[in-house]
């Protein structure tokens, strides 16, 4: 966790002197640090160790029959473990770190402005569900890099560029095929006004109150038509009802705020929205929590937009103090948590391995 949190101050530290005309690589820089921790890492996350048995193995077998139900991969990923063969593992890690950093460093460059990269960077790095989780989740986190790269051609209304994008991600992950429709959204006539928001916000309650009633039914659907994910189905709860008043208070900002967003930006507002619909259902399947990592990412741009258009000084001290102390917590929790103490406590690097892969 120390290096981790290492690698995150000094981050956003290089990302918040961006601003200044002498330390304009300063984002660059940032997201070096992110690239060297992350291509270096040695069975840092749960299932780090899963995916080198499996490079191990599929490179192993002479043949592989890409459409048996014994095949837990998807194809993309077993050509991309045959395509890395000749070079090895680490290597494989290596360009799926380069990857994701431009990914995410071309999102943040492209739409938030300089004086912000620090809040969206610190965002990326202390948000679990994104660095951390992502470069665990290997083959999920090239479909999620995918779909945040398709996001222009939503803009350009190229359907074919980002059908034919989302197919490929469907490769890596099959949960990718649920964004396909996203990209009729770009084409919708869903205002963010206020009759959306109050509609848009009682629905988000409704899911909480309302869930246990929905979970046979998604139970069903996940055994018909997505059997590979069912040992993500396992069953959360509700503590003290803190979190869903915190999530209740950032969908309001990002509801209210989208209404006020230029045709470049409202998109994303749209889109964070619908990853605000999937926390309920995750808390009943969390398997669902799958989906919302799509959508989740895109609140890095939103959230230091929203920010910066809040114009009472009051209110953007406890909005920014709210989101960056809440942040933190989730931070810590997460080291702490039973789930991922022993996977992503202690960083070590690939120089620590017997072997080199």
């Known amino acids: 966790m120390i290096v981790t949190v290492f690698v995150g101050v000094f981050s956003v530290l290089f990302a918040f002197l961006a601003r200044y005309r002498n330390v304009q690589w300063g984002l660059k820089a940032a997201f070096a640090m992110i690239f060297l921790f992350l ?13 080198l048995k499996s490079f191990l193995d599929i490179n192993e077998q002479n043949k592989i029959n890409y459409f048996s139900n014994e095949n837990y991969f998807e194809i993309g990923w077993v050509f991309l473990i045959r395509l890395f063969k000749p070079f090895g593992f680490f290597i494989m890690i290596v360009a799926l770190a380069l990857f994701n950093s431009v990914i995410y460093f071309r999102l943040i460059k492209k739409y938030v402005p300089v004086n912000y990269y620090w809040l969206a960077v610190f965002f990326y790095i202390f948000t679990p569900s994104f660095m951390l989780i992502q470069c665990s989740a290997m083959r999920q986190s090239i479909a999620i890099a995918l779909f945040l790269f398709a996001l222009d051609y939503i803009y350009n209304r190229n359907a074919i560029k980002y059908f034919l994008l989302m197919g490929i991600a ?3 992950h099959t949960s990718a095929l649920f964004l396909i429709p996203v990209y009729f959204l770009g084409l919708s006539n869903w205002k963010m006004n206020n009759k959306t928001m109050f509609i848009t916000f009682s629905i988000f309650i409704s899911l909480f109150i309302f869930m246990n009633f929905f979970k046979p039914l998604l139970d069903q659907f996940i055994s018909n038509y997505f059997v590979k994910y069912e040992v993500y189905n396992a069953e959360g709860k509700v503590n003290s009802g803190l979190g869903i008043i915190y999530l209740s208070f950032l969908l309001l900002n990002v509801l209210y705020y989208g209404k006020f967003q230029t045709n470049e930006f409202v998109m994303m507002f749209k889109i964070a929205t619908i990853g605000f619909m999937f926390i309920p259902i995750s808390i009943i399947m ?10 989740t990412p895109f609140t890095i741009v939103v959230y230091p937009i929203l920010y910066a258009k809040i114009k009472s000084s009051t209110y953007r001290i406890l909005f920014l103090s709210m989101i960056l102390f809440m942040t933190l917590y989730g931070f810590f929790i997460f080291f ?3 789930t991922f103490n022993e996977a992503f406590f202690s960083y ?3 120089f620590s391995a017997r072997y080199f892969y």
């Open 336 to 338: 702490y948590s039973d």
């Open 348 to 350: 070590k690097t690939i």
């Open 39 to 51: 291509a270096l890492r040695y069975n840092f996350g749960n299932d780090y160790s899963n995916y």
């Open 286 to 295: 969390q398997d669902s929590s799958r989906v919302s990592l799509y959508f």
């Open 170 to 172: 469907s490769l890596f």
